[in-house]
């Protein structure tokens, strides 16, 4: 499976942006989808979910009620919609994915060892 991310850039603070990933190569609408996003110098970490179906989303508490994923399984992409941003939120964005029987709580969710495939990363940058 292979993952390509798209639509990162340069926002001011309070701005908005929508993240795109582009799957190929696999059965993308049996896999879970996730986003993850890693700030100069810190590890990497969970910012948003989706389940195969599109029924079930999860966030990360710091980006709940700004940010929204969402899925198209006939396109093979996976979205992020990022709206309110802030400068803490500049940061190498990553989609990931893996086959949804991976999964078997909300939390598994959030654990970037449970996605096998990555995408290259797209990197956006909040200026205040």
């Known amino acids: 499976v292979q993952l390509q991310a798209s639509g990162g850039g340069l926002v001011q603070a309070g701005g908005s942006l929508r993240l795109s990933c582009a799957a190929s190569?696999?059965?993308?609408?049996?896999?879970?989808m996730g986003w993850f996003r890693q700030a100069p110098g810190k590890e990497r970490e969970f910012v948003a979910a989706?389940?195969?179906?599109?029924?079930?989303?999860y966030y990360a508490d710091s980006v709940k009620g700004r940010f929204t994923i969402s899925r198209d399984n006939a396109k093979n992409t996976v979205y992020l919609q990022m709206n309110s941003l802030k400068p803490e939120g500049t940061a190498v964005y990553y989609c990931a994915a893996s086959d949804e029987l991976r999964f078997y709580s909300s939390s598994d969710y959030q654990l970037k060892d449970k996605y096998d495939y990555w995408g290259q990363g797209t990197l956006v940058t909040v200026s205040s």
């Open positions: 190569g696999g059965t993308f609408s049996s896999y879970a």
């Open positions: 989706i389940s195969w179906s599109g029924g079930r989303t």
